[in-house]
């Protein structure tokens, strides 16, 4: 299970259905986007290269990188080996990352050494001592970043295990306990998640600013044992991407541009089968930038179904993850 809680991943036989066909209500309580597109929308346009168009009004959540430690097992020479990774991952070297894992076959382990002596991870670290294990989620990118902590620990003087868990309601606990003393997280999801276990009824602590973001998630791993080191700049969260050739045949950077050039019925979107009622999907594509597709077609989620249409021409745009290997420039 991927980690993002705002938009659970499905999978569906393809299919193309008219927004009319989506109207009943989501889990989320929202209806479904009107069927009315006005003007005639910007069909599919076949192509190999995937770009993601920028979020400029910031509907999705701050999803960045952190890590999440264990309070009893931390200490400022843990805190800043972890801080000197999270000072050197952004978004396009975490694509790259994630490149060489699901593209380029390599191992989680092989990727994240390369990583640490590109960017000169090792050098100047505090020494710290004592046993240290990080957890990591099970699936690929999380396995890389906590090779990644793991290695960079263990340069730091830590003797350290990595272990991969399983999904956040088996690490989270276990984190909490001790039995995993760092884990990398997403500080947007991780928010959502802590707040659920301290108070079901507050209010959503995530936001589309960092700094409110982790200003929460400090406060709410407070209550549960947890601390945190520096929030990288790699984001993984939903978004929305194109074909390199269909954002230059309609001029298309950003998804205010999508929703000013390409609102009509020849625009199919693509993602999976709830996009259409959930807040950080399509519903808020209309929300916040009033945007009508003409069509939505039922995939998955940021998966092979979307990218396959998207490059085989049958939908114009469609949900992604932020940083899909797919994504990688070249």
Do not use: W
């Not at 979107?269 to 939505?296: H, I, M, N, S, T």
């Amino acid at each position: 299970m991927r980690r993002h809680l705002l938009l659970m991943a499905t999978s569906a036989t393809a299919a193309i259905v008219t927004l009319a066909g989506c109207g009943s209500a989501g889990s989320s309580g929202t209806q479904a986007p009107p069927s009315s597109a006005a003007g005639a929308g910007c069909a599919p346009v076949a192509g190999n290269g995937l770009v993601v168009l920028t979020d400029d009004k910031n509907l999705q959540n701050t999803d960045n990188v952190i890590p999440a430690i264990n309070k009893k097992a931390s200490s400022p020479q843990l805190i800043a080996a972890l801080d000197k990774v999270s000072a050197a991952l952004d978004t396009t070297k975490l694509i790259a990352l994630n490149k060489a894992v699901d593209i380029d076959r390599k191992s989680s382990k092989a990727a994240a050494t390369e990583f640490i002596t590109t960017n000169n991870l090792t050098a100047g670290l505090a020494k710290g001592s004592g046993n240290i294990t990080v957890g990591a989620a099970n699936f690929s990118e999380s396995a890389t970043l906590g090779e990644i902590y793991g290695q960079v620990l263990t340069a730091a003087g830590f003797q350290v295990k990595v272990q991969q868990i399983g999904n956040r309601e088996l690490y989270e606990p276990a984190l909490e306990k001790g039995s995993l003393s760092v884990v990398p997280e997403y500080a947007a999801t991780l928010a959502t998640f802590l707040q659920g276990k301290v108070d079901k009824n507050g209010k959503d602590p995530s936001s589309s600013d960092l700094t409110t973001t982790v200003t929460n998630l400090q406060a709410l791993g407070d209550k549960v044992g947890l601390v945190f080191g520096q929030a990288s700049q790699a984001q993984d969260q939903n978004a929305f991407a194109v074909t390199t050739a269909f954002a230059d045949k309609y001029g298309v950077k950003t998804l205010s541009d999508l929703a000013a050039k390409c609102s009509g019925a020849a625009t199919v979107l693509g993602g999976p089968a709830e996009c259409p009622q959930r807040p950080k999907c399509q519903q808020g594509l209309v929300d916040v930038y009033k945007f009508q597709a003409g069509k939505f077609a039922t995939l998955d989620a940021g998966g092979p179904l979307t990218k396959t249409a998207l490059k085989q021409g049958t939908i114009s745009v469609g949900l992604v993850f932020s940083s899909d290997g797919a994504l990688a420039a070249g």
